[in-house]
Nanobody, 133 residues
């Protein structure tokens, strides 16, 4: 059984930085996609950044050039380095993984299968990121 443990959220002023971590425990296999999804209360989920186990990243246009996703296989941990944060980045951030399809590899498709990912346990608890102006 896979478990995704998320940490690293917090409150910062605009222009600041935060780093989110998602520690993977259990057997997820050798080939998978993993990434970050965020949600503002009352709004739909938004794909932020995804990466394949081979290391190919993909970003939403809204975060390109500011956020960096990385995967440390030695530590079994996914990271999201968030720089130049803006108030519109304020959201609950979730870690999601998908060992069966490529959907979570890409920001544009990673929200497609959320109910399945949650049911199968490939969904981490959220961490709040709050950016003040």
């Amino acid at each position: 059984q896979v478990r995704l443990a998320v940490s690293g959220g917090g409150s910062v002023q605009a222009g600041g930085s935060l780093r989110l971590s998602c520690e993977i425990s259990g057997s997820i296999g050798n080939g998978y996609c993993i990434g970050w999804i965020r949600q503002v209360p009352g709004k739909e989920y938004e794909g932020v950044a995804g990466i394949s186990s081979d290391g190919d990243p993909d970003y939403a246009d809204s975060v390109k050039g500011r956020f960096t996703i990385s995967l440390d296989h030695a530590k079994n941990t996914l990271y999201l380095q968030m720089n130049s944060l803006k108030p519109e980045d304020t959201a609950m951030y979730y870690c999601a993984a998908d060992p069966h399809t490529m959907a979570v590899c890409f920001a544009s498709t990673m929200t497609n299968h959320i109910p399945i990912l949650v049911r199968q346990g490939y969904w981490g608890q959220g961490t709040q990121v709050t950016v003040s102006s």
